[in-house]
Each structure stands twice: as structure tokens, then as C-alpha cells.
T-cell receptor, first 114, second 114 residues
Framework: DQQVKQNSPSLSVQEGRISILNCDYT??????FLWYKKYPAEGPTFLIS?????DKNEDGRFTVFLNKSAKHLSLHIVPSQPGDSAVYFC?????????????FGQGTRLTINP | EPEVTQTPSHQVTQMGQEVILRCVPI?????FYWYRQILGQKVEFLVS????????KSEIFDDQFSVERPDGSNFTLKIRSTKLEDSAMYFC????????????FGPGTRLLVL
């Protein structure tokens, strides 16, 4: 079951440049999309989300873009900082009977090089 | 900021033994979840819990698993007879019905079944 896919297992970016992480989904019933950041031995930490009725949401250095027709979303981090090095998970929310479960992608390991 | 806490951080058990993983969700949250992440794989939804009952469960959540909220604060996941393939990080999450559309995750319990 690959409802949410992150095709790049890893990404390496120079400090100060833009990091772009991508995510594709197949289920049209997803109503919210979220990005989580995860450090080793810690739980996922919420970064930013976007409703399925929007196409862009911005929060500081983080911007998420949603292309519904392509079933694609991306997370832009600019400028990238060494502290951004972590695994980033794309997640999609299914609001089925109020349960609001999240379906996660496989994650992309982002490394910011000084 | 309020946090979801989980105990223990690590648990080693013998195959066939029962384990109980504990979580204290954020106090005003109403929805509670368990997810797990097998090493190298994606975070997977196990179960959601609302109003003292399971609202949804995945195929993974078979009869060996149970959840309860015995005292209004702790939210527990019990695995009755552990198998080797139950070895994973188990994350608890909670959510309220308003505010940010996100689930807040605990730091996880690393379960190793020998």
C-alpha cells in the first residue's frame, strides 16, 4: 500500500541554499497534508501543514506547495541550515469517521552541508 | 509547550511475553493514537481511540493488541504475546479537535523482542 510516496530516500544540500523535498499521493480522499521532521531516537515533530483546498502555506523558512491535479506536494526550506539535517516525513490525513489517521511516506533524509 | 510522554523509552522482552507501553497524551486532547515504525520502514498507523473506544484500527492491530485509557490520563498499548516481528519503535500521538490540524507525537518506545 503506497498511498503516500517519497521517492528520494536522501537529499544533500549546501547550507544557505534551498532544500526541496517531494511527496506524491494517490488517495483523493486525503484532506490535509503534513510534514514532520524526525531526529534519531525521537518522535516525529510537526513542521507545517496544508489543507487540500489550498495550494501554498508558508511558515518562516518553510513553505509547502500542493498541486492537487498532480497529487504532489513539496516542502521548501530556505535558507537551509545545519540544524535542518533530519529525516522528513510527508503525511496525509484521512478523516474517516472522525478517526483522522495519518498515512506516512517513507521519509527523506536531508543533510545540510556547511 | 505541552508534550506527549511515553514510558519506557526502551523495552527488551522475550518472545511470547506480554508488554505494556504507556503514554501520557497532552491533557486537553481527545483523540489518541498508536503508530509503529519497524527499523528502516515507514511510520504505520496502528489504532485510534476516542471517547473510550477504538475508532479505527489497521490490519496490523490484531487480537494480540489492545488499548485502554484506564485512569483518564494514561493511554496504554498492550501486546499479549510478543513476536519477533513486533520489534519496532512505537509512537503514541494525540490530537484535539481544534487548533492546529496536527497530531502531536511522543518520543517513542523502542521494543526489542528476542
Amino acid at each position: 500500500d503506497q498511498q503516500v510516496k517519497q521517492n528520494s530516500p536522501s537529499l544533500s544540500v549546501q547550507e544557505g541554499r534551498i532544500s526541496i523535498l517531494n511527496c506524491d499521493y494517490t488517495n483523493s480522499m486525503f484532506d490535509y497534508f503534513l510534514w514532520y521532521k524526525k531526529y534519531p531516537a525521537e518522535g516525529p515533530t510537526f513542521l507545517i501543514s496544508i489543507s487540500s483546498i489550498k495550494d501554498k502555506n508558508e511558515d518562516g523558512r518553510f513553505t509547502v506547495f500542493l498541486n492537487k491535479s498532480a497529487k504532489h506536494l513539496s516542502l521548501h526550506i530556505v535558507p537551509s541550515q545545519p540544524g535542518d539535517s533530519a529525516v522528513y516525513f510527508c503525511a496525509a490525513r484521512v478523516s474517516d469517521r472522525g478517526a483522522q489517521k495519518l498515512v506516512f511516506g517513507q521519509g527523506t533524509r536531508l543533510t545540510i552541508n556547511p | 509547550e505541552p508534550e506527549v510522554t511515553q514510558t519506557p523509552s526502551h523495552q527488551v522482552t522475550q518472545m511470547g511475553q506480554e508488554v505494556i507501553l504507556r503514554c501520557v497524551p497532552i491533557s486537553n486532547h481527545l483523540y489518541f493514537y498508536w503508530y509503529r515504525q519497524i527499523l528502516g520502514q515507514k511510520v504505520e498507523f496502528l489504532v485510534s481511540f476516542y471517547n473510550n473506544e477504538i475508532s479505527e484500527k489497521s490490519e496490523i492491530f490484531d487480537d494480540q493488541f489492545s488499548v485502554e485509557r484506564p485512569d483518564g490520563s494514561n493511554f496504554t498499548l498492550k501486546i499479549r504475546s510478543t513476536k519477533l516481528e513486533d520489534s519496532a519503535m512505537y509512537f503514541c500521538a494525540s490530537w484535539w479537535t481544534s487548533g492546529r490540524k496536527t497530531q502531536y507525537f511522543g518520543p517513542g518506545t523502542r521494543l526489542l523482542v528476542l
